[in-house]
């Protein structure tokens, strides 16, 4: 018989405590093999990846980290469902790795206990167990096996440390027999069985722990500043500040060499094929509107890159505990923090991650202060005004630049709007008693690089996956829209359809100095924010199709004066326009109230803030 026949397919789930190392095992073993989703009408994401041994083809699923099976909120309850085969959208699991945090062994036992009362295989994988032994601990792995009843093997998930052990784990995994069958946990266990289970985790982590772990020789000194009173916001400051200097000075060699790929292929195009149809709608309409938007994907990497490094150092959790005072001063709690600062990659996560706050009318307003937190969809247009219309000059000594400080003051301005609107919800509408802050404060660890360029690939793939379908098809419409109808065999913009919809629009956007084509790339971006570009790009193309060619940054120039370009940026800072965002919204609060009062509201809030900066500008002499 063949090798191949002999393999065999095991699906296997993998749980642990948030911050227990899990994922990055997940990354481990399965690479690029992975797909990221969400759980049917949830925004929990759903991973599943495919890695290979010696002997068997393993289908694995990354569970939502949770500190037991107990479902008291929606990761819970999905973790839950998969474990116990209940979820109709994975395959029910033939068994299960806990990946355990050597560090904090305790916590981490009592999901443990809860997974093997359920009957279904299961192994204990003792994470970070290099960092164990660095600060001078020591688990008795094999009598931890014995009490458990389930195998038991240290691992270190970054280092890679006993991955063959694991792999021959696998090849050796019990076949179902089909009579035996999973219990169900009750969904709301007593209080006895509670303390109990904890009471039996307890008693294993102090017989299974034969040398105790030593307090890490540097973590109090760095807390001692990083969440200092003074100290804490003026890094937590720097670093933004670093981050967004980054973002332009990091950034723009990929920016040219993507520019430069997507222009030579237009050209390309339009010189093998003849001029008619096919040659405009590929070059122009299709080509160059998604060339427009790939091009700022350096700079939306950099801001996933940061967040990642932070997010694994340990920082951001300690970020929250310094904010909490400011946050606290604004009617909200330090537990708000990590929504909003998840909401700077997109405001759906953000939106998401409000489920940690337990206080009700805290968790509405975070939700809906957090559309007003400068997502990544925004970073294109705010890069393409601030490239066009800010000089790159040195600011604070020769590293922090002009445009750098640029991007910084409207991410200040996003924040400022979130918390004086939080403000004033929690004195109104929304006014509740303070609720205790409790947060879980991680080690410090250094982030795994794997883990890190995981996560970017996977953000990349959901923004390119956006820009093909879309921003594509978005592209595709405007530029039928810009190109009919035609005016003596000719293409007119102003007289297509898009200027027709823009000139009817044109006397409303005025006032805050827009004209009627940025008055169609404002309807466009309702799909999303950042096909505001690619219906510039479609636009002006289309507009000097048949002249040479300038850049669409060239072009604005031409058209807007600086003064309206800070206007469009403070529009766009404050501005709801994100229908996903809006469907997530009501997705959590059961009704279509908030996100319409959300819409109008920040709406305008926006238009009211442009207007002001315009008007106020032109009486100045800036206009």
């Not at 060499?257 to 405009?280: E, R, Y």
């Not at 305008?604 to 002001?612: L, P, R």
Request: glycine letters at 8%; charged letters at 15%.
């Amino acid at each position: 018989m063949s090798t191949a026949l002999e393999r065999r397919t095991l699906t296997l789930a993998i749980g642990g405590n948030p911050n227990s190392g899990k994922t990055t095992l997940f990354n481990r073993l399965t690479g690029l093999r992975q797909k990221v989703a969400n759980y049917a009408g949830a925004t929990v994401e759903k991973k599943m990846g495919e890695f290979q041994t010696s002997g068997t083809d393993v289908r694995i699923i990354d569970l939502p980290g949770t500190y037991g099976l107990t479902p008291k909120s929606e990761e819970e309850r999905i973790a839950a469902e998969v474990i116990l085969g209940m979820n109709r959208e994975v395959p029910p699991p033939e068994g299960v790795f806990c990946v355990v945090d050597s560090t904090c062994l305790e916590k981490s036992l009592y999901l443990v206990l809860q997974v093997a009362d359920t009957g279904i295989p299961a192994a204990v994988l003792l994470n970070m167990s290099d960092e164990l032994e660095a600060r001078g601990g020591s688990i008795d792995a094999g009598r931890l096996s014995r009490l458990l009843g389930i195998p038991v093997i240290p691992i270190s998930a970054t280092k890679g440390t006993n991955l063959d052990r694991v792999e021959a784990l696998i090849d050796g995994w019990p076949a179902p027999d089909g009579t035996s069958t999973f219990c169900r946990l009750p969904v709301i266990p007593s209080l006895a069985e509670v303390a109990e289970r904890r009471g039996k985790a307890r008693e294993i982590a102090r017989a299974v722990l034969t040398h105790p772990l030593q307090p890490h020789p540097w973590s109090d000194k760095v807390d001692a500043i990083v969440m200092h009173k003074v100290w804490g916001p003026l890094l937590f400051a720097v670093i933004v500040m670093l981050v967004f200097q980054a973002i332009f000075s990091w950034a723009q060699p990929f920016m040219n060499a993507i520019d430069f790929a997507f222009t030579s292929l237009g050209a390309l195009v339009k010189h093998a094929l003849p001029s008619g149809f096919w040659g405009s709608f590929l070059a122009d309409g299709v080509i160059t509107g998604v060339g427009s938007v790939i091009v700022f994907l350096p700079q939306i990497l950099i801001v996933f890159f940061f967040i990642a490094i932070l997010e694994n150092f340990g920082y951001l959790p300690r970020a929250a505990v310094v904010m909490d005072r400011l946050l606290n001063a604004m009617g909200l709690q330090g537990k708000s923090f990590l929504p909003l600062i998840s909401s700077y990659a997109c405001a759906i996560p953000g939106i998401m991650a409000t489920r940690t706050i337990e206080n009700k009318r805290d968790r509405l307003a975070t939700i809906f202060v957090a559309p007003f937190m400068t997502c990544s969809a925004r970073l294109p247009v705010y890069a393409l005004l601030i490239g066009a219309f800010v000089p790159d000059l040195p600011v604070v000594g020769h590293f922090f630049r002009l445009r750098a400080m640029t991007l910084l003051g409207l991410y200040v301005a996003g924040f400022l709007a979130a918390l004086l609107t939080a403000w004033a919800l929690k004195s109104t509408i929304l006014k509740s008693s303070g609720t205790p802050f409790f947060l879980e404060i991680p080690p410090y660890r250094i982030p795994a690089l794997r883990t890190i360029f995981l996560l970017m690939w996977d953000r990349s793939k959901i923004f390119l996956r956006q820009a093909g379908t879309v921003i594509l098809g978005v592209n595709i419409l405007l530029w039928f829209l810009a190109s009919y109808p035609k005016v003596h065999g000719q293409v007119s913009v102003r007289d297509s359809y898009a200027g027709k919809i823009g000139r009817f629009i044109e006397p409303a956007i005025k006032p805050m100095g827009f004209d009627w084509k940025v008055g169609v790339g404002l309807l466009s971006a309702q799909a999303a924010r950042e096909v505001m570009i690619s219906t510039l790009g479609t636009i002006y193309r289309v507009q000097v199709k048949g002249e040479k060619e300038e850049g669409l940054q060239k072009a604005l120039r031409k058209d807007m004066t600086p003064l309206s370009a800070v206007s469009l940026m403070i529009f766009f800072a404050f501005a709801m326009q994100c229908t996903s965002t809006l469907a997530v919204v009501r997705h959590e609060t059961g009704s279509w109230k908030m996100p319409a009062i959300m819409f109008f509201y920040m709406n305008g809030v926006a238009y009211g803030a442009a207007f002001a900066v315009f008007q106020i500008g032109r009486l100045l002499g800036f206009g």
